[in-house]
């Protein structure tokens, strides 16, 4: 398995099992569905279910304007709903109205123990709410497309030209709180194997690290690029240089937008990906 994917994998069982943890700890937002003598309903959920032959439960369907929200379970045709092992999954697109079609866009979901209890993070109440939902998935993928330096097709392409023809051109902002997780810092210290001048050496590299998080000199793309770089080496040294390097590098500060910015982002991946071990 080579770096991307385990970073890509890293993340997101990451944020599965924070997102599992709210469903389960009783996070249920007010239900909403559209009438079902609203037309737009039924193009809604035909969008969602593409080539699927399965029925969608609705635990969330909020729309405003060219715009929706939809959280759902899928039933398949023999009354049985799509689960992992013992769990149900619950399902979470963005959809727009274009041509007279929702074109649906998926962004997110998680598990639940029950079809009473399913229910999505988000509870949007307002197109805002619902294209920040959008803006924060396709972030996430974005990103792992410009760390492993692929370019960026067609799709996401559509999808941008789709929202300024909506009215919405700020793009998609490559800030988000860069976060160190808790199980990379016990990782790294872990990988010091009791040796106590190692520890300390991290412990020092790590109050760097945060740093240079507090400081939001580094956007998420060079932040993401740097954590999947202390992965592979299990080396808080190799963070901090990452990081330093970032935060010489003009193109890698905060404030940058895709598909705005596109040449100054692949400009800090290339910097990264020169100096990386």
């Given amino acids: 398995m080579d770096g991307t994917v385990a970073w890509a994998i890293s993340s997101r069982l990451s944020w599965a099992v924070v997102l599992m943890a709210t469903l389960l700890m009783g996070h249920t937002a007010q239900a909403r569905d559209?009438?079902?003598?609203?037309?737009?309903?039924?193009?809604?959920?035909?969008?969602?279910?593409?080539?699927?032959?399965?029925?969608?439960?609705?635990?969330?369907?909020?729309?405003?304007?060219?715009?929706?929200?939809?959280?759902?379970?899928?039933?398949?045709?023999?009354?049985?709903?799509?689960?992992?092992?013992?769990?149900?999954?619950?399902?979470?697109w963005v959809l727009i109205r274009d041509a007279g079609r929702w074109i649906a866009r998926g962004t997110g979901g998680g598990f639940a123990q029950s079809?009473?209890?399913a229910s999505c993070a988000?509870?949007?109440?307002?197109?805002?709410?619902?294209?920040?939902a959008l803006a924060q998935a396709i972030r996430g993928e974005l990103l792992g497309v410009m760390i492993a330096r692929?370019?960026?097709?067609?799709?996401?392409?559509?999808?941008?030209?789709?929202?300024?023809?909506?009215?919405?051109?700020?793009?998609?902002?490559?800030?988000?709180?860069?976060?160190?997780?808790?199980?990379?810092?016990?990782?790294?210290?872990?990988?010091?194997?009791k040796n106590p001048r190692c520890e300390a050496e991290t412990r020092r590299v790590l109050t760097r690290v945060e740093a240079?998080?507090?400081?939001?000199h580094v956007n998420a793309l060079a932040w993401n690029f740097c954590d999947?770089?202390?992965?592979?080496?299990?080396d808080a040294a190799v963070f901090q240089r990452c990081l330093d390097t970032a935060a010489?590098?003009?193109?890698?500060?905060?404030?940058?937008?895709?598909p705005r910015d596109r040449p100054v982002l692949e400009r800090c991946a290339a910097t990264l990906s020169s100096s990386a071990p």
């Fill in 228 to 234: 999947q770089a202390a992965s592979r080496t299990n």
């Fill in 150 to 193: 692929r370019p960026i097709d067609h799709d996401y392409a559509a999808l941008f030209e789709l929202l300024e023809r909506k009215g919405h051109t700020t793009g998609v902002p490559m800030d988000e709180d860069n976060e160190l997780p808790q199980f990379r810092v016990s990782l790294l210290l872990e990988a010091c194997k």
């Fill in 248 to 258: 010489a590098e003009p193109a890698c500060r905060t404030g940058q937008r895709l």
């Fill in 212 to 216: 240079l998080r507090k400081s939001e």
């Fill in 34 to 92: 559209l009438p079902r003598t609203d037309p737009d309903r039924k193009l809604i959920l035909d969008g969602a279910r593409g080539q699927h032959d399965v029925k969608l439960i609705v635990k969330d369907l909020y729309k405003d304007g060219d715009f929706a929200l939809l959280c759902a379970l899928r039933q398949e045709p023999n009354g049985s709903i799509i689960g992992t092992d013992d769990m149900l999954d619950v399902y979470e």
């Fill in 122 to 132: 988000r509870a949007p109440k307002s197109q805002a709410d619902i294209i920040d």
């Fill in 115 to 117: 079809v009473s209890s």
